[in-house]
């Protein structure tokens, strides 16, 4: 009887294979990574007014924002803008113009930029506010 036939060779080495670990591992990054939400982070701090009937809004991409900070400077795209500027920015009436004004701002300021949209042929515009805490 030849008993090489029943004896498993000791030779080998058992070793857990971790290529499919590893496969899971990129797969379920490249899931997160593509199902992840990437939102932009507003450089400008801006101390927004409370608004007891104040609804949000989403920002789209052809979204025009304009900000009004505390100092009363005007950016848009994050980049400090002059008030002659702002003409040239306003190129479509259909696109959602967005105001985010900072509650210390002045006033004049803002009147001054709503002129200026209003003369620019928009009629209508969105200003973001804070729900007041009751």
């Known amino acids: 009887m030849n008993l090489k036939k029943f004896h498993k060779q000791k030779d080998s080495i058992e070793m857990v294979n971790l290529i499919p670990m590893i496969n899971l591992i990129f797969l379920l990054l490249i899931f997160f990574l593509l199902t992840g939400v990437v939102s932009k982070k507003d450089l400008i701090d801006i101390e927004r007014p409370e608004s007891e009937h104040g609804a949000e809004i989403k920002n789209l991409r052809e979204d025009l924002v304009f900000t009004i900070n505390e100092k009363n400077q005007i950016f848009y795209d994050n980049k400090i803008v002059d008030l002659k500027e702002i003409p040239e920015l306003l190129t479509s009436t259909e ?18 930029l709503m002129q200026e949209m209003k003369s620019n042929g928009i009629k209508k515009v969105f200003i973001k506010v804070s729900e007041k805490d009751d």
Not at 96 to 108: P, T, Y
């Open 95 to 112: 696109s959602k113009h967005i105001l985010d004004v900072d509650k210390k701002a002045s006033i004049h300021v803002f009147n001054n």
